[in-house]
């Protein structure tokens, strides 16, 4: 699940994490009290930056994030991101949507030192079974043509989760990025602490961009990625209200509330499995076949008739798809449950015009290509993988 810039950052706060202050809002009222409210003893010289709120990065390059020197042009700078559609590397030629900015505090005010951006990102290394810190001295937006040009300014530090992230490693890090003085026992002293958000919150991803030293030597979060693993939201029942929907996919949405596991993608093809492993190979026969997989979906052991037909349903909402592969292996779910969805989903939803292809093998196969059989749907049978994959290639071409 991910999460907004200023919820990560109000996380990290609660950890004791210093963070870039600021105010989040979603409409002028809010946009006018929070410039008035951020700086509690205001000397008029104060600078202001607007940020837009979307899951997505790269919002400076789009302009969704603005500089202003003074209240009134805070106010005119967030009038002009909020609602404005934001196109960054990240979101696609689509964009997205902003619906809420943060006023937050300057960070780069004059001091005795100049000040200096990092990178820093946790996440897992799948092929070590371990946590891996990624920094670099190289911090700002422009991170991704850093890692792409001159990948030995990526500093690379394997974490044990058994063990945690131990002093000597903060240390190295830190000695690695050049900090010093005050600014290295700040900086070794913030590591740590990173790990710690990382690793009670269940996070699949902690990116913080830039790590700022200020001109007098503190190190703070200016931006935060957050993203949490949805597996482990059942112990962080607090997390789950930070969900934002309106920048998660609609289908998605729909699907997860119906204890579906649901991802949309890019291609043509509709597919209905049980099982990921499963779903995956479905994935590459329709590959193979010449179509585009449409989306992810796995129904799940306890499927019944009810979910099937949620599935289905939420399959023919995306208007990419050209055909639908249900492909089902009955060991815990069984073949007629899946049929029986089949079935009422047609009944339901009426006409349908898209081809359908019906691979059930295993538990109850034979009852359920009875009951598809019975019901006088207009669908192709299949039954092996190799039969589904030309049925699917004539289904397109058709």
Same mark, same amino acid.
């Given at each position: 699940m991910k999460l907004h810039e200023y919820q990560g950052k109000q996380i990290?706060?609660?950890?004791?994490?210093?963070?870039?202050?600021?105010?989040?809002a979603s409409n002028i009222e809010e946009i006018s009290a929070a410039i008035k409210n951020l700086y509690p003893n205001p000397t008029g010289k104060e600078f202001y930056v607007v940020k837009a709120q979307i899951h997505a990065g790269g919002r400076g390059k789009g302009g969704g994030v603005k500089v202003a020197k003074n209240p009134d042009e805070a106010l005119e700078k967030a009038q002009q991101i909020l609602g404005m559609n934001l196109v960054t590397p990240q979101t696609g030629p689509q964009g997205k949507i902003v619906h809420k900015v943060l006023i937050a505090e300057d960070a780069y005010y004059p001091g005795p030192t100049p000040h200096k951006e990092f990178y820093i990102s946790i996440t897992l290394d799948r092929s070590r079974g371990q946590d891996i810190v990624m920094a670099s001295s190289e911090g700002g937006m422009d991170i991704e043509e850093v890692a792409e040009k001159h990948p030995e300014k990526i500093i690379r530090e394997h974490i044990d989760p058994l063990v945690g992230m131990t002093d000597f490693q903060a240390r190295r890090i830190a000695f690695a990025l050049g900090l010093s003085g005050t600014a290295y026992k700040n900086g070794v002293a913030f590591i740590k602490k990173l790990y710690e958000v990382y690793a009670k919150t269940d996070a699949s991803l902690l990116e913080i961009n830039p790590m700022l030293k200020t001109s007098d030597d503190k190190i703070i979060a200016v931006d935060t990625k957050l993203e949490l693993d949805e597996n482990a939201l059942y112990r962080h029942k607090d997390y789950e209200a930070l969900r934002d929907v309106t920048e998660e996919e609609p289908l998605e949405t729909e699907a997860r509330e119906n204890n579906l596991n649901y991802i949309k993608l890019d291609g043509n093809v509709g597919c209905m499995v049980n099982g990921a492993g499963l779903a995956m190979a479905t994935m590459d026969i329709i590959k193979l076949s010449g179509g585009e997989p449409a989306n992810f979906l796995d129904v799940g052991g306890g499927a019944n008739a009810q979910t099937v037909e949620a599935a289905f349903r939420i399959i023919l909402k995306d208007p990419a798809v050209k055909a639908i592969l249900i492909n089902i292996f009955g060991g815990i779910v069984q073949c007629d449950r899946v049929a029986n969805g089949v079935v009422? =989903?047609?009944?339901?939803?009426?006409?349908?015009?898209?081809?359908i292809i019906v691979r059930l093998q295993g538990t109850n196969a034979e009852l359920a290509a009875e009951i598809i059989r019975n019901s006088g749907l207009k669908v192709v049978p =299949?039954?092996?993988?190799?039969? =589904? =994959?030309?049925k699917v290639r004539e289904a397109l071409s058709a």
């Amino acid at each position: 699940m991910k999460l907004h810039e200023y919820q990560g950052k109000q996380i990290l706060k609660s950890y004791g994490l210093p963070i870039q202050e600021g105010i989040a809002a979603s409409n002028i009222e809010e946009i006018s009290a929070a410039i008035k409210n951020l700086y509690p003893n205001p000397t008029g010289k104060e600078f202001y930056v607007v940020k837009a709120q979307i899951h997505a990065g790269g919002r400076g390059k789009g302009g969704g994030v603005k500089v202003a020197k003074n209240p009134d042009e805070a106010l005119e700078k967030a009038q002009q991101i909020l609602g404005m559609n934001l196109v960054t590397p990240q979101t696609g030629p689509q964009g997205k949507i902003v619906h809420k900015v943060l006023i937050a505090e300057d960070a780069y005010y004059p001091g005795p030192t100049p000040h200096k951006e990092f990178y820093i990102s946790i996440t897992l290394d799948r092929s070590r079974g371990q946590d891996i810190v990624m920094a670099s001295s190289e911090g700002g937006m422009d991170i991704e043509e850093v890692a792409e040009k001159h990948p030995e300014k990526i500093i690379r530090e394997h974490i044990d989760p058994l063990v945690g992230m131990t002093d000597f490693q903060a240390r190295r890090i830190a000695f690695a990025l050049g900090l010093s003085g005050t600014a290295y026992k700040n900086g070794v002293a913030f590591i740590k602490k990173l790990y710690e958000v990382y690793a009670k919150t269940d996070a699949s991803l902690l990116e913080i961009n830039p790590m700022l030293k200020t001109s007098d030597d503190k190190i703070i979060a200016v931006d935060t990625k957050l993203e949490l693993d949805e597996n482990a939201l059942y112990r962080h029942k607090d997390y789950e209200a930070l969900r934002d929907v309106t920048e998660e996919e609609p289908l998605e949405t729909e699907a997860r509330e119906n204890n579906l596991n649901y991802i949309k993608l890019d291609g043509n093809v509709g597919c209905m499995v049980n099982g990921a492993g499963l779903a995956m190979a479905t994935m590459d026969i329709i590959k193979l076949s010449g179509g585009e997989p449409a989306n992810f979906l796995d129904v799940g052991g306890g499927a019944n008739a009810q979910t099937v037909e949620a599935a289905f349903r939420i399959i023919l909402k995306d208007p990419a798809v050209k055909a639908i592969l249900i492909n089902i292996f009955g060991g815990i779910v069984q073949c007629d449950r899946v049929a029986n969805g089949v079935v009422e =989903a047609y009944k339901n939803i009426g006409q349908i015009n898209v081809p359908i292809i019906v691979r059930l093998q295993g538990t109850n196969a034979e009852l359920a290509a009875e009951i598809i059989r019975n019901s006088g749907l207009k669908v192709v049978p =299949a039954i092996e993988l190799r039969e =589904a =994959a030309q049925k699917v290639r004539e289904a397109l071409s058709a």
